[in-house]
């Protein structure tokens, strides 16, 4: 990890903080989102050390992934500012896309503006099929694209180990902003159909269908389908995520016979 990226990082971070300092609710999601980039960091480490061990021959690639890795929100800060300055942080995290902000920022930095990164940044969060419609990914050489493609991935399965994690620890599906908005027969309301099928077809839920929070829950079930690596669905089970998303279901979900068949 070079210096720089951390001096990057925390130059991004403490630049916001000065800006939204007399707001609680700014200030807890940049810390939040600060603390997050270091352990999605870590997490991809554990998997290119477990999973990916030829680049341990490509130190220059190895760095680039941990660069993608520690900066892949770098957007959220700038985000953060925005929505602040807006007045809208009820609309945090829909209003701007962080992913693309976050290219963007990188794309204008000469030390990282490499291609590979900046598109794991941009489409860390977006469907999968966005990134392989970029038309700057589709421009790249062959070789240049499969280093892309393992590097978007690594950064999708880091940063959805550590959202799971956030959920377990500190970001409570039965606590954040969707579940507060949430009118109360939504609360206890069915898996609605058009979820149920991206679910049995094996597809990440889209955000936009998804309408109750058993819905929701679901949906976090459904990242599952775009797991690339076999560290990222050890884990997964072995730090129980899965039971936890499970026992939030059948706390939630009218339908009992659905929990059976997701089990
Ligand atoms: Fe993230």
């Not at 077809?201 to 309408?211: D, E, L, P, Y």
Request: aromatic share 10%; with cysteine; net charge negative.
């Amino acid at each position: 990890m070079l210096h720089e990226d951390i001096v990057l990082l925390k130059k991004a971070f403490q630049s916001s903080l000065a800006v939204v300092k007399g707001d609680a609710l700014c200030v807890c999601v940049l810390k939040r989102k600060f603390a997050h980039s270091w352990r999605v960091l870590q997490n991809g480490q554990a998997i290119m050390k477990a999973n990916i061990p030829e680049l341990d021959t490509q130190p220059v690639l190895k760095k680039q992934c941990e660069q993608a890795l520690l900066l892949h929100d770098i957007g959220r800060f700038e985000e953060t500012v925005q929505a602040y300055q807006d007045k809208a942080m009820q609309a945090w995290g829909k209003k701007y896309d962080h992913g693309t902000l976050g290219g963007l920022i990188l794309a204008q930095l000469p030390a990282y503006n490499d291609k590979k990164v900046v598109l794991a940044v941009r489409h860390h969060g977006h469907m999968i099929e966005d990134f392989y419609n970029d038309p700057e990914y589709l421009a790249l050489p062959d070789s240049e694209r499969k280093k892309a493609e393992m590097m978007v991935k690594l950064v999708r399965d880091s940063d959805k180990l550590d959202l799971y994690y956030l959920q377990r620890e500190e970001d409570n599906i039965e606590s954040d902003p969707f579940f507060c908005s949430l009118p109360e027969d939504l609360k206890h309301a069915r898996i609605s159909p058009e979820v149920w099928e991206q679910f049995v077809a094996g597809q990440t839920i889209k955000h936009n269908t998804i309408r109750s929070l058993s819905d929701r829950i679901l949906g976090c079930i459904s990242w599952q389908f775009d797991f690339n690596y076999a560290l990222t669905v050890k884990l997964y089970h072995e730090k129980g995520y899965h039971d936890m998303l499970l026992e939030l279901l059948s706390k939630y979900c009218p339908d009992k016979m659905i929990l059976e068949k997701i089990k």
